[in-house]
């Protein structure tokens, strides 16, 4: 029944929105965090706020990949990986939907996660109580008009997340799957509307309190934190106003 005491995650997604709110919430509760994400100039004010190590890296080029592996372990190593690089692009029905766009979303939230776990498992693995927290989304759970592409990125994401916990018990792997809903913050929606800040400010509009980075880094925090023996496999995490994804209620 061995605690989680080293305490050092890698958290992808750094730059802004529920990773920067993971690395912040991580470092209040003592951990060492390498933050990483493409953007180096955001992370190193999340660095020089936090205290976390900044390595400014796409989870989607292997050479940046490598390159990270190679820096952790230069850095104590890790016990943690929290992927939450990932996002949407387009709200288009199959009809219209554009291949780019999907092609991105399969790369950062599919093929991401499947390189980052790769590359960091023969650590994870060695450590003897790793932990692989993956963040998908509720867009993982049911399919909603416009959001096939997403839906379709995000179910693979959950699927491999599954095979991942099955593959690795015997490697007294964790795996955590955290799903959250509707979550304001000042990119996923602006980066799904193509930068249209009017569309993306109407995702929120007369939600009473849609659920915010720092609500789903609490979760995620809470769910590392907790003695390795215990698994939250699949954690969903919606604002009360959202029953579901096609019950969201406006004032
Ligand atoms: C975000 C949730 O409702 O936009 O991952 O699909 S939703």
Known sequence: MAEN??????????????????????RADGWTVVAVARRA???????????????????TRDEDVAALVDFVAA???LD?????????????????AKAEDWDWMYQVNVLGTMKMVQAFLPALRAHGHGTVLNLTSTAALAAYEGGAGYNA???????????????????????????????QTEEFALNRLAGDAEAAKKVYE?????LTGADV?????????????????QIVVRPVAQAANHKLIRS
Do not use: C
Not at 41 to 59: C, H, I, N, P, S
Not at 80 to 96: E, K, Q, V, W, Y
Not at 157 to 164: G, P
């Open 206 to 210: 007369g939600v009473a309190a849609p």
């Open 75 to 77: 850095h104590g190593g």
């Open 153 to 183: 990125a995000k179910f693979a994401q959950h699927a491999i997340t599954s095979a991942l916990r099955l593959e690795e018990v015997a490697n007294n792997l964790r795996v955590i799957e955290v799903v959250p809903g509707l979550v």
């Open 41 to 59: 100039d955001r992370l190193e004010k999340l660095a020089q706020e936090t205290g976390a190590l900044a390595f400014a890296a796409d989870v």
């Open 217 to 233: 880094a609490d979760v995620v925090s809470y769910a590392v934190g907790l003695p390795h023996h215990i698994n939250l496999d």
């Open 80 to 96: 943690t990986l929290i992927n939450i690089a990932g996002g949407a692009r387009g709200t288009d029905h199959l009809a219209t």
């Open 5 to 26: 005491t080293s305490k050092h995650a890698v958290v992808t997604g750094a730059s802004s929105g529920i990773g920067a709110a993971t690395v912040r919430k991580l």
